[in-house]
C-alpha cells in the first residue's frame, strides 16, 4: 500500500493511495495525472478499481481509467462528479467488492461520502474521518457538511468495525491499536451525544 503525492489542486489537495493487490490494483481518489505516476503504477501491474470517496477528490480519476482501463467507484448520490462512471453504488449499507475490499457508505460531508475498509485494518475516509495532531483526536467535518445528522449517524456505524489505521482525503492519517483507535472512535461519538443534548 502506497500513499501517492502528486495531490491535485482539482481535488484541494486531497490525499491519494495506492493498494497493491493480487486481484487487481486500487487507486483511492485521484492525484494529479503525471507521467511518474503512470509508469509506477504500470510497473505494479496498472489500476483495476478507483474507489472516489466522495464528489469533491475525483480530480483526474477519468483519465486514469480511460489510461488503465480501470473501474470507476462512486456513490450515485455523488455521481454527478464524474460522469461516465463504471460503477454507480446505489446501495446505503455496506458490501463487499471482493474479499479485503468493504465499502461503507458515510453519508453527511456529502450525500454520496464513502469509506473503504481494507483487510480489516486501513480504514480510507475520505473527508469524513481524519486525525487531528494539534487535538490529538479523531475529527469529522464541522463545516461544508451537507447533513450533521448523517454526519453523526455514519460516523456511529463505523463503531461496528476494526481498523487501526485512518487514511482520509485531508487531515492526518493515524496508527493506533485497534482497542485505541475504538476508543478514540467513541469519544467523537460521545461528543455528538454532548452537542445533541445541549441543542436540546
Not at 475525483?58 to 480501470?70: M, N
Not at 461503507?104 to 480489516?120: D, E, F, N, R
Request: negative net charge; proline residues 6%.
Amino acid at each position: 500500500m502506497y500513499y501517492t503525492g502528486f495531490n491535485s489542486g482539482k481535488s484541494f489537495g486531497a490525499n491519494s493511495y495506492f493498494i497493491h493487490h493480487q486481484e487487481g490494483n486500487w487507486l483511492i481518489d485521484s492525484p494529479r495525472y503525471v507521467p511518474h505516476l503512470l509508469k509506477a503504477f504500470d510497473r505494479m501491474g496498472g489500476i483495476k478499481y478507483i474507489f472516489l470517496s466522495h464528489e469533491d477528490d475525483v480530480a483526474e480519476a477519468a483519465r486514469y481509467a480511460s489510461w488503465f482501463g480501470g473501474t470507476r467507484i462512486i456513490h450515485a448520490h455523488d455521481a454527478a462528479a464524474m460522469p461516465g462512471a463504471e460503477w454507480i453504488v446505489k446501495e446505503s449499507g455496506p458490501f463487499q467488492v471482493i474479499p479485503d475490499f468493504l465499502v461503507i457508505p458515510v453519508p453527511g460531508h456529502t450525500p454520496g461520502s464513502m469509506a473503504l475498509l481494507y483487510k480489516q485494518r486501513f480504514l480510507f475516509t475520505g473527508d469524513h474521518l481524519w486525525w487531528d495532531r494539534e487535538t490529538n483526536t479523531l475529527e469529522v467535518p464541522s463545516v461544508y457538511v451537507w447533513n450533521e445528522e448523517q454526519l453523526h449517524r455514519s460516523t456511529r456505524c463505523l463503531m461496528e468495525y476494526q481498523f487501526e489505521w485512518v487514511l482520509p482525503g485531508h487531515g492526518s492519517r493515524i496508527n493506533l491499536p485497534g482497542t485505541q483507535m475504538r476508543l478514540e472512535l467513541s469519544r467523537v461519538v460521545q461528543r455528538f451525544h454532548k452537542a445533541e443534548s445541549l441543542r436540546a
